[in-house]
């Protein structure tokens, strides 16, 4: 099968070439994640550990919020000198924070329970307002890298929010196209998924989970309240429980399509923090695992890195009926 799909909120073709999966594949494959302890003594999101620059963590027993150790962004950025036409320069400025989910080293958060996710779906919120606050502080983006297939060694649950004085791209392309289709075409993403129904994961009390038409990786997923409010923070308690279980549906589902754990990027794209276009995004996650089979990378080559197209070596409906026939419950059960 050949053909191009176009990603509304991307604003870009997707190229669906599904027979491509199968073929040969003689290189190196990723290597699954070995058995994980509850505590590591060389693990600086540990409990009680000491980090890079000396700092302790507390012996925290929830979530942990804490400044990152590496920072991409930086307060104190300076103002940097003019460049030479056609070159230009701004400076990076921000804060870079980590949110460890739970002391214990082991436990992804698809094991945890919906109640303990839709707390740390408040605690992204409370950040983002808090956040929101600083000067200079245009946007915030939670965002979880998880597994070595992404460049994440440690297993230790964690997240990272950067608060920068620039929007995101994927944001801002979200943006456009919303304004482009006059608004509400989130809403019409939701509404063509749920009349198609054969790539839906969950959809519940107003909170919903779908391999999108237009996935470009083979089980991306998005997760997202049914009601448009730009940030999380927007969304009243039972909206949040019922984001929480929706992105659970996801996670879960995940890790058990081949019994283990699943690497993947997920992203929170949330409006600007200055409310400035609160109309323009209907808050969603995105998770996109960069796995096609087990062990395999989704590899970015000449069309995607030399040509700036996509290439989908998978049909979306396929990724979406593998996970939809795996079980609602996580494989190595849940911890509350
Ligand atoms: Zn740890």
Known sequence: MWEQRWHPLRREWVVIAAHRNQRPWSGAAVAAQPAVEPYRADCYLCPGNARVHGAVNPPYTGIHVFPNDHPCVGPEAA????????????????????????????????????????????????????????PGVRHVLVFENNGTAVGVSNPHPHCQIYATNFVFRAV?????????????????????????????????????????????????????????????ADLDDGERLALAEALKAALVRLDNLWSSPMPYVLAIHQAPADGSADRDLH????????????????YLAGPEIGGGNFIADTLPESGAAQLRATAADHYLGDVA
């Not at 808050?283 to 989704?298: A, E, F, S």
Request: hydrophobic content about 40%; overall charge positive.
């Open 79 to 134: 103002d940097p000198p003019p460049a030479t036409s056609p070159y230009r320069r701004r400076d990076a400025r921000g804060r870079a924070l980590v949110v460890c989910y739970h002391p214990r080293h082991d436990l992804r958060l698809a094991r945890l329970g919906r109640d303990r996710i839709a707390a740390l779906i408040e605690v992204w919120a409370q950040e983002e307002r808090r956040l929101a606050r600083e």
């Open 172 to 232: 801002e392309d979200a943006m456009a196209a919303e304004r482009e289709h006059g608004g509400g075409l989130f809403a019409s993403i939701i509404r063509a998924e749920r009349a198609d129904a054969e790539r839906i994961l969950h959809d519940r009390d107003g909170a919903i989970t779908f391999v999108p038409w237009f996935a470009r990786y083979a089980y991306e997923i998005y997760v997202a309240p049914e009601r448009r409010v730009p940030r999380l």
């Open 283 to 298: 808050c969603h996650i995105v998770i996109q695992p960069p796995l096609r089979r087990p062990g395999l990378l989704k």
